[in-house]
Nanobody
Framework: QVQLEESGGGLVQAGDSLRLSCIAS????????LAWFRQAPGTEREFVAG????????IYEDSVKGRFPISRDNNRNTMYLQMNSLESEDTGVYYC?????????????????WGQGTQVTVSS
């Protein structure tokens, strides 16, 4: 069982930055594939970014490429999402997710554990 806890959300203005964090329980953190998803009201949860076990590769949803670098610190059991140049369309609840099998994936069904989410609201 893996427990995840997100933090760092808030209310900001368009153009501002936020950094989300996700801390995970367990001693095998470095073996997990990690990802961020988000869900806006009335929409399905969508992939934002995912990162490999060793921080050597990452994939991004097109609208956040170049704005939202994802990273991880395996010594701290923590994953980050640095969100820059925020837009109103980035508003939603952001979730971190863990995949126990190899390979970064971009669909919700490929992830095994989820956090409770943190709200990000961007005003225009």
């Amino acid at each position: 069982q893996v427990q995840l806890e997100e933090s760092g959300g808030g209310l900001v203005q368009a153009g501002d930055s936020l950094r989300l964090s996700c801390i995970a329980s367990g001693r095998t953190f470095r073996e997990y594939i990690l990802a961020w998803f988000r869900q806006a009201p009335g929409t399905e949860r969508e992939f934002v970014a995912g990162i490999s076990r060793t921080d050597s590769s990452a994939i991004y949803e097109d609208s956040v490429k170049g704005r939202f670098p994802i990273s991880r610190d395996n010594n701290r059991n923590t994953m980050y999402l640095q969100m820059n140049s925020l837009e109103s369309e980035d508003t939603g609840v952001y979730y971190c997710a863990v995949r126990v099998f190899i390979g970064v994936r971009n669909t919700t069904r490929d992830y095994d554990y989820w956090g409770q989410g943190t709200q990000v609201t961007v005003s225009s």
